[in-house]
């Protein structure tokens, strides 16, 4: 029984899967984080990438099973949906046409489809401003108070 669940695990096309979702679900969590406002090098972007994505893949996997597979229902949808409409995968879009696709489901007019965006945005975001690299870069900007500053 054992060398059984050894094989299994050293399948080529378990592995390749694995990767395609892990790519999947990193080219999404990069598309939502809002990267563009902040003074990050290349390497420390692709390091916030992988700490994204495994706390995305992590939470994703905490889900209770219903709506765990709601959810990957979703996304099954959301990437046949855009393999019909632009005859490639999401990852193999251009980055201005997968920010535009994911603004239209995140934040169009379909109510099912924000939904659908609502828990992965929250995880990448939640994730994304918890790292140290982000939290410094947020503290270099100059950003006024809304409140404005005191008169002493």
Known sequence: MKNR???RNRDPAIHKSIQAETRFYKTLSVTIMPTDELDLDEESRERCAETVVEFVK???SALPDR???MFLFGMFGFRAT???RYFRSF???PRDKRIEWVALWADGPIALTRK???PLRSFVLLSFYEIPEVQRALDALEIP???GEEKA
Do not use: N
């Open 5 to 7: 669940s050894r094989s």
């Open 58 to 60: 992590i939470e994703l």
């Open 67 to 69: 709506i765990r597979f």
């Open 82 to 84: 855009t393999r019909l």
């Open 91 to 93: 990852c193999a879009l």
């Open 116 to 118: 659908l965006f609502r």
């Open 145 to 147: 108070s809304p409140i």
